[in-house]
């Protein structure tokens, strides 16, 4: 059972940054991809960034491409989305997911979710 642990959601100004942590306890191999997506109310979850866990190719979604990055320390077995820039939209539950077989950008790929972090950016 892989389980996932999402951390550092919060309040924060527009314009101002923001870096999540998701501790998982997936082992270390290639061939998976951890996933962030966001859910805001009323909305469907949305795809924003992934990443192979081998580290070579990352993905974003067009709406925070240029703002969001997403990295990894195999070490920590943690993947981190920094999010600059801020917008009062980015506000949302943020979930990080795994992927076992594929970089899919599908909520309903993914094999595995954490609990979620809130992030609310005001304006």
């Known amino acids: 059972q892989v389980q996932l642990v999402e951390s550092g959601g919060g309040l924060v100004q527009a314009g101002g940054s923001l870096r999540l942590s998701c501790a998982t306890s997936v082992r270390t191999y290639s061939g998976y991809t951890v996933g962030w997506f966001r859910q805001a109310p009323g909305k469907e979850r949305e795809f924003v960034a992934a990443i192979r866990w081998s580290g070579e190719s990352t993905y974003y979604a067009d709406s925070v491409k240029g703002r969001f990055t997403i990295s990894r320390d195999n070490a920590k077995n943690t993947v981190y989305l920094q999010m600059n820039s801020l917008k009062p939209e980015d506000t949302a539950v943020y979930y990080c997911?795994?992927?076992?077989?594929?970089?899919?950008?599908?909520?309903?790929?993914?094999?595995?979710w954490g609990q979620g972090t809130q992030v609310t950016v005001s304006s």
């Open positions: 997911a795994v992927d076992l077989y594929g970089s899919s950008r599908i909520a309903g790929e993914y094999h595995y």
